[in-house]
């Protein structure tokens, strides 16, 4: 079950063989908020719904957004960073790298609230007493006499990103804002605007607009930000997650409480974290044809991850620094990693292995995706679905021209609907895996934002070995009336548009942990009882299929008298047999051949029996239920299998001399 924050393609993978940390291309993330503080964005705007009478300026939503994705992030990436901009503002605030104020002139009305940097504690206290307007924050949210120049806001986050990033692989400036034409008619200022957009693309800083209509005015992306915001993401171009800027991702206009709430929905599909499981991966559609590919996992089970362990011994809590020590069992001696050696038993001997012929026995070539046939979409059946599918997007890296033939690939499977059977090896050392290659459309929620970007799913399939028959059963079909009425109880039960969403039903258990660690850090008041969304709702399925409900049992009654009646009535004549009519029935039962009955060995007769065996090397004629009867008399293990039962009896008789 998917917990409450965006989903992460960023956790291991759970494999047979051991994972390599090395193949995974880690991104941190670094996103900073540009908020604009003007008349306008401060103006609140009343609700649209007559039952929210609440007032929302896109400001304080802004601010809410960015206060909700700074609690996520310090749960889900406690490695990224993130800041806080407000510009339009009447006072200015700046530092350095040396945390030394730079004064008012150098970027005038802009104010940097929270340093690009790891959130901490107080950051977030300080932004929640923004949001809530408590303290200084009504000094601080007061629009400018003066329009701000967009060239110096620019200039100031390219100083934050230059001094606070530098080596972040994504940096990423989210402007929010209801001006789409801060300049007007000045082509110097919309001149200078661009070179510092340009400046900031050079760095590798992708800027993401986050556009709020006004009630009387569409926001035109084409009057000024057009101009500054570049269609593809400098720092990870073939990421799925990434918009363009001109998406219809605009925000609701004149419903303040809806642009909070399209806000967050856009800043969350722009805030996944982009870790590649494998890039540049060869996808083969036949001999000497390749492109190249990368792959992420977007659906994966969430847990809480324990970053360190704290001592809590002395009166001051501290962090654990654990290390691992291995020891001979016989003499307590520190053993060397190089006197270690991987062995398997076969034949009663260990045969050791090198560490190299153990990752050549494990070797199935370079990884790859070899496209080996095609089938139709229906012979895939539903149950197939033995882990989690892999989603592939193209990449030039490689391959130039690799997005032209994995798009026609994609379309192509999209009309004839079918889908490719591929060899799958995903990085070295893995084992290869059949998988099905699907294409998959893209789906947009209803604000307009995407929420899984168009690309290819590889859902690897089971094995001979992974299939189990399902066990055989004698019960009866039920009756075609309760077949129907059954079935309309279903249809009524159905969720909403027929789909599921993994985001509305977080892990009750994963989010009472992250709101217990909220409350201490914050200081906050500690909940009473956790929030599941995964309770079902009583009222509703009453309200919807109560009815249908009743007309079922009502029908099971009926079939049920139905079949009562048809069956023979039991005969009440019957007189209890004599003596000597049981004594007749025995005679003519002792001519059966009787059951035999067990006797239970004592254990000094089953030790000497194993003991008989072991000396003339017959032991694996023995029985499992001698083999567990010994192991347990001398006080041994007797789970498992007839090899691992025999294996364990040779090394007790084997320590023992005789």
Not at 271 to 281: G, I, K, L, S, W
Not at 308 to 321: F, R, V
Not at 493 to 508: D, G, I, T, V
Request: aromatic share 8%; proline share 7%; glycine share 4%.
């Amino acid at each position: 079950m998917a917990d409450g924050n965006p989903y992460r393609e960023d956790e291991v993978v759970e494999e047979e063989e051991e994972i390599d940390e090395s193949s995974y291309k880690a991104v941190k993330d670094a996103v900073l908020f540009a908020i604009d503080v003007s008349d306008s964005m401060l103006a609140p705007r009343p609700s649209t719904d007559p039952k929210k009478s609440i007032q929302e300026s896109p400001t304080t939503a802004a601010l809410k957004c960015a206060y909700s994705f700074m609690q996520q992030r310090i749960i889900s990436n406690p490695h990224d960073m993130m800041g806080v901009l407000l510009y339009g503002t009447q006072a200015s605030k700046f530092y350095d790298e040396d945390e030394n104020s730079r004064g008012d002139l150098s970027y005038p009305n802009c104010y940097l609230f929270a340093d690009l940097d790891i959130p901490s504690a107080q950051e977030v206290k300080d932004l929640r007493a923004l949001v809530d307007d408590e303290g200084e924050a009504r000094d601080i949210l007061v629009p400018s006499e003066e329009p701000v120049s967009m060239a110096n806001v620019l200039f100031c986050a390219n100083q934050i990103f230059t001094s606070k990033a530098p080596n972040f692989v994504s940096r990423r400036l989210f402007i929010v804002t209801d001006n789409d034409n801060p300049h007007g008619a000045d082509k110097a200022l919309r001149s200078a605007a661009t070179v510092r957009a340009k400046d900031l693309y050079d760095l590798g800083v992708s800027i993401e607009l986050f556009p709020i209509s006004r009630p009387d005015h569409e926001f035109d992306n084409s009057k000024f930000y057009d101009d500054i915001i570049y269609k593809t993401s400098p720092s990870d171009p073939d990421a799925p997650a990434y918009l363009q800027s001109g998406s219809k991702a605009s925000t609701a206009a004149g419903d303040g409480i809806s642009l909070l709430n399209t806000l967050l929905s856009s800043i969350n599909s722009r805030t996944v974290p982009r870790r590649a499981h494998f890039t540049n991966m060869p996808l083969e559609l036949g001999p000497n044809l390749r492109i190249s590919v990368s792959g992420y996992i977007l659906f994966k089970r969430q847990e809480p991850a324990r970053n360190s362990y704290i001592w809590l011994g002395d009166e001051k809590p501290e962090i654990a620094k654990g290390v691992t020590t291995q020891i001979a069992d016989d003499t307590t001696r520190t053993i060397e990693k190089w006197e270690i050696k991987k062995a398997y038993k076969f034949g009663g001997e260990q045969v050791a292995f090198a560490p190299d012929e153990l990752k050549s026995l494990r070797d199935f070539g370079e990884p790859v995706i070899r496209i080996i046939g095609f089938k139709p979409l229906t012979a895939l059946p539903i149950w197939a679905n033995v882990k989690h599918p892999h989603f592939i997007y193209p990449s030039e890296e490689d391959y130039v021209g690799s997005t032209r033939v994995f798009s026609a690939l994609h379309q192509t499977l999209l009309r004839e609907k079918k889908m490719a059977l591929v060899w799958f090896i995903a990085r070295k050392a893995a084992g290869p895996v059949l998988g099905a290659m699907m294409a998959g459309e893209e789906k947009i929620d209803e604000n307009g934002v995407q929420k899984y970007p168009p690309g290819m799913w590889i859902v690897p399939l089971p094995f001979a070995d992974d299939i189990r028959q399902n066990p055989e059963t004698s019960l009866n079909v039920a009756p075609e009336p309760l077949i129907d009425q059954m079935r309309m109880i279903v249809q009524q039960l159905q969720l909403p548009k027929a789909s599921y969403e993994p985001l509305k039903y977080p892990n009750p258990s994963l989010q009472w942990h992250y709101r217990i660690l909220q409350a201490l850090a914050l200081d906050e008041d500690l909940p009473e009882k956790p929030e599941d969304k995964t309770i079902p709702k009583y009222r509703q399925i009453d309200k919807r299929a109560g009815d249908y409900v009743l007309s079922w049992a009502d029908e099971l009654d009926k079939q049920y008298g139905q079949v009562t009646a048809a069956k023979p009535a039991p005969t009440s004549n019957l007189v209890k047999r004599g003596a000597k009519d049981q004594a007749s029935a025995f005679d003519d039962e002792t001519s059966k051949p009787s059951k035999k009955v067990k006797v239970e060995e004592s254990p000094e007769s089953v030790e000497e029996e194993v003991r008989s065996h072991y000396k003339k090397g017959t032991l694996s004629k023995l029985t499992v239920v001698t083999l567990k009867s010994f192991l347990a008399s001398q006080g041994r293990s007797n789970v498992g299998k007839k090899a691992d039962l025999l294996e364990r009896v040779e090394e007790f008789l084997e320590s023992k001399a005789f």
